[in-house]
């Protein structure tokens, strides 16, 4: 963690986390089969003004499909911890 707060203080700037996460969203494969791409991550730190809650900004890939039911999953490097369970999010 890049700036952090005091204990039990939320950040009062930008608080980066020191690893960047990978961020993978639903996209439609040539085939039209459901597949992952990268969507590029502009921001990954605690949220100012809160305690403990960290953010991740990202930029939605042209390629990403559209609806209320996209897949979104979070992971960090191969072998450090495990990705997220998948969830979905609306991407318009």
Known sequence: MQNPPSDGAGATGLSPTVA???VRIGCL??????????APVQFSGLAPGFVGLYQVNVQ????AMSGSVVPLQISF???VGRPSNIVT???Q
């Open 20 to 22: 960047q996460p990978t």
């Open 29 to 38: 494969g040539s085939s039209g089969v459901v597949a992952f791409c990268d």
């Open 60 to 63: 939605i890939p042209a390629d």
């Open 77 to 79: 490097t191969p072998g």
């Open 89 to 91: 999010i609306a991407v």
